[in-house]
């Protein structure tokens, strides 16, 4: 697939703090830590890869509040990113406290605030003029105001004969909302990048059935099925069977946050210039070798 035009991406733009814990958690006293605060969200981290990895125009179309609107709008600009950020006065920017381990994992408390409260009237036709693929976050389907959103986008984007994409984003959230009502709303989607819980969940598969399994199963109402595995790499399947199995890059893990973006946005962008599933899939693991050597989500 070679297209040529905009990325466009709706999602999250969220405030990040990163806490990097050798030890475990301590309860009740201190436990020493290495702690910044970062730009994050996976709209946000996902359109700032693909922008990293030479898609030519990114868009992103996203909820701040008042307090940080500012520095979102300035770092994702620095990012190579076109930022269309709709400010709101009643919540502030969400929040995400992210605790790494040793081992690299990541455990989130998350305050969505403002980015959740996408709705409807922050949408225009005229966002999908010269955009050649809509990607959408999946935490929109999450809550009532931001999925009617990312319905109206995805309904529009198909009667413009633009390709979407939708990355599930979150297998706890999933899990509330319910695996069947989430598949329903992205019916006519082309492309899924669930990682491996969220690709069981999907499929309604127990625990210890084969992703591969998984992956296929999927690919049956989604043209295009790409599971994310971490260190395993990535699967690619199409029209009921896995189709290639593409090796992660070796890279020694600080922190994981935004592995899975990272992978999206190279992803994306190596498809809309040309590439096929399985080399798209490559650059894609290569992008998330280089996130998770550093802190945050971004590149």
């Known amino acids: 697939m070679t297209a040529s035009g905009a990325l466009l991406v709706i999602g ?17 006293t201190d436990t020493a830590a290495r702690i910044r605060t970062l730009p994050g969200g996976a709209g946000a981290n996902a359109a700032c890869w693909a ?7 990114v868009r992103l179309l996203a909820r701040v509040g008042t307090e940080s609107a500012g520095w979102h709008e300035q770092v994702l600009r ?4 076109r930022p269309r950020l709709v400010v ?8 995400v406290v992210v605790l790494v381990g040793k081992d690299a994992e990541r ?15 922050d949408w225009a036709p005229a966002l999908l003029d010269g955009v050649a693929h809509l990607h959408l976050s999946g935490y929109l389907f999450f809550t009532d105001t931001s999925r009617e959103l990312a319905l109206l986008a995805l309904r529009a984007a198909r009667a413009r004969g633009v390709p ?13 909302l319910g695996p069947r009502r989430f598949l329903d709303d992205v019916a006519g989607i082309g492309v899924l990048l669930p990682n491996e819980d969220e690709a069981r969940l999907l499929a309604g598969l127990p625990e210890p059935a084969g992703v591969a399994r998984a992956a296929a199963e999927l690919s049956r109402r989604v043209p295009l099925v790409v599971v ?36 999206t ?8 210039s040309g590439a096929a599933p399985a080399a798209a899939a490559g650059a894609g693991c290569r992008a998330a070798a280089q996130a998770v050597t550093r802190l945050g989500g971004r590149p």
């Open 12 to 28: 999250d733009v969220v405030t990040d703090v990163v806490a990097v814990h050798p030890e475990p958690l301590a309860p009740a």
């Open 51 to 57: 922008a990293h990895a030479g898609a030519p125009e």
């Open 78 to 81: 620095d990012a190579g990113v």
């Open 88 to 95: 709101d006065a009643a919540e502030p920017t969400g929040t």
């Open 107 to 121: 455990t989130f408390l998350t305050d969505s605030g403002a980015s959740l409260r996408l709705s409807p009237e």
């Open 164 to 176: 979407v994409s939708v990355d599930p984003a979150s297998a706890g959230f999933l899990a509330a």
């Open 228 to 263: 994310t595995r971490g260190a395993a790499g990535a699967l690619v399947a199409e029209g009921g069977r896995v189709t290639a199995e593409v090796s992660a890059e070796t890279a020694e893990a600080l922190d994981s946050t935004g592995a899975g973006d990272a992978f």
């Open 265 to 272: 946005g190279g992803f994306l962008a190596a498809r809309l």
